[in-house]
């Protein structure tokens, strides 16, 4: 099971909005709605930003929202700021090994 | 506090064995699955291996791995102190890596609570 294709890396100024995509296969992005996004700042544990494609649980900033078409999920975060940057992996359910992580990306806030 | 409790960090050498734990506390889970995941310095996130706590007789069809670690680990648990275990029998020093574990309530596809991490060094 190869993980899904993010970019590298992303990066924007500070107010900004930015967009990260997530693409994946008819097995996993495509197939399901169960699409969720983790952000992970330098040496702390992943922390659930969306789950079921464009759900916020409960304390995450509005900030962050995300969405799907086709094969390809997105993450955008608008109003840029600083403790936005981290990195991203992209998670989706799979027919295959049950569920599979993006490649991740890197955000830079300028 | 609800939070997924990790054992400590591990040195080993290659050909030892190894077990590492994740115990859930401060909330009674409802049926949760429970993973874990490898992050090597650096790099991204890797599913391992789920097993379902949910389960009256935990068996083959409550555990999946991911094709990629079949064989080299094993996942097990203690539902009844809501705990999963990942044991290695023979490390190498490729297994040099953070291991998390996460928790997703049963018919949910989501894992929104994480364990601190638990750091395992296998050099010689």
């Known amino acids: 099971q190869s993980a899904l294709t993010q970019p590298a890396s992303v990066s924007g100024s500070p107010g900004q909005s930015i967009t990260i995509s997530c693409t994946g296969t008819s097995s996993d992005v495509g197939a399901y709605n169960y699409v969720s996004w983790y952000q992970q700042h330098p040496g702390k544990a992943p922390k659930l930003l969306i789950y079921d494609v464009n759900i916020r649980p409960s304390g995450v900033s509005y900030r962050f929202s995300g969405s799907k078409s086709g094969n390809t999920a997105s993450l955008t975060i608008s109003g840029l700021q600083a403790e936005d940057e981290a990195d991203y992996f992209c998670?989706?359910?799979?027919?295959?090994?049950?569920?599979?992580f993006g490649s991740g990306t890197k955000v830079t806030v300028l | 506090e609800v939070q997924l409790l990790q054992s400590g960090a591990e040195v080993k050498k290659p050909g030892e064995s190894l077990q590492i734990s994740c115990q859930g506390s401060?909330?009674?889970?409802?049926?949760?699955?429970i993973a874990w995941v490898r992050q090597v310095s650096g790099k991204g996130l890797e599913w391992m291996a789920f097993i379902y706590l949910g389960a009256s007789n935990i068996g083959d069809s409550t555990i999946r791995y991911n094709p990629s670690f079949r064989g080299l680990v094993t996942i097990s648990a203690d539902k009844s102190i809501t705990s999963a275990y990942l044991q290695w029998s023979s490390l190498r020093a490729s297994d040099t890596a953070m291991y998390y574990c996460?928790?997703?309530?049963?018919?949910?596809?989501?894992?929104?609570?994480w364990g601190h991490g638990t750091l395992v060094t296998v050099s010689s």
């Open positions: 996460a928790l997703a309530e049963h018919g949910t596809a989501f894992w929104h609570l």
């Open positions: 998670n989706s359910y799979t027919t295959g090994t049950i569920y599979v």
């Open positions: 401060g909330y009674s889970f409802s049926n949760p699955w």
